[in-house]
């Protein structure tokens, strides 16, 4: 039988540790209802350090994603405050950081708002390859994320998105490529979380997944994402 705890345990200390591991499933192969259980112990010792659950993180919902990480299927994962990177991020301890431009929501009483924002990915295995069960043990690869002012609800279903690092483009995409509209996405997000038994509250941020492929993060870099009527967001790395 599968050891979530001791799973989830080996991945949480490459995260600490900024340390690649081995894909757990070449040890001994999972299904996806395990990894999501992997996942969730993993959240939990998080927790027990004080971090506190503030959203979700959709992943795969993208064509470019897909193709670029050679997997099929929409994936999630937990956000927590710690993740939440204000203006600047020091690269030390991380493994092999990516960024990648996203549309963002915040879930409000009756409605909800929306940002452009970004998500900084560093998956906890060797060379970024993953199953989609490890991936999903791995928290979707979730390292960091960002988000612009939040603006009131509007037509999503072609916001143009441009990526900059240093001042050049590096990824331009349309918020079509996230599932059609992202909405559908932060409708997926909320289905999930209520399945799960975690139902999104006010409050609670959505990332809805990557517009583009996602880029290497380099140290001492400025990076801006500009989403068409939604303004930017920037962060500086270290
Ligand atoms: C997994 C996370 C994918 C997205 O936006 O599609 C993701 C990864 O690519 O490492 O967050």
Do not use: C
């Not at 290497?216 to 930017?232: D, I, T």
Request: aromatic share 6%; glycine share 10%.
């Amino acid at each position: 039988m599968t050891d979530i705890t001791a799973l989830a345990e080996a991945l949480d200390a490459a995260t600490r540790e900024g340390r690649a591991v081995g894909r757990l499933t070449d040890k001994e192969p999972f299904d996806v209802a395990t990894a999501y259980r992997i996942q969730r112990a993993g959240i939990a010792l998080r927790e027990a350090r004080g971090e506190q659950r503030i959203g979700v993180k959709m992943g795969f919902t993208s064509r470019a994603k897909m193709i670029q990480m050679g997997v099929d299927d929409v994936i999630w994962g937990l956000l927590t405050d710690a993740m939440h990177i204000e203006s600047t991020l020091d690269l030390t301890g991380l493994i092999h950081p990516r960024i990648e431009p996203e549309i963002a929501f915040l879930i409000g009483e009756e409605s909800y708002k929306v940002a452009v924002g970004f998500e900084v990915l560093d998956s906890r295995y060797e060379d970024f390859k993953f199953t989609l069960p490890d991936v999903i043990a791995d928290n979707a690869s979730a390292a960091g994320f960002g988000f612009g002012t939040w603006h009131d609800p509007r037509d999503l279903a072609n916001i143009g998105l441009v990526m900059e690092i240093d001042g050049r483009v590096v990824q331009t995409g349309s918020s079509a490529a996230i599932l059609g509209d992202p909405i559908r996405s932060l409708r997926a997000a909320e289905r999930l979380a209520r399945e799960a038994g975690m139902p999104l509250t006010p409050g609670a941020i959505v990332l809805a997944g990557a517009a583009t492929a996602a880029v290497p993060l380099p140290a001492n870099a400025h990076v801006r994402v500009l989403g068409a009527g939604l303004g930017s967001v920037e962060v500086t790395t270290k």
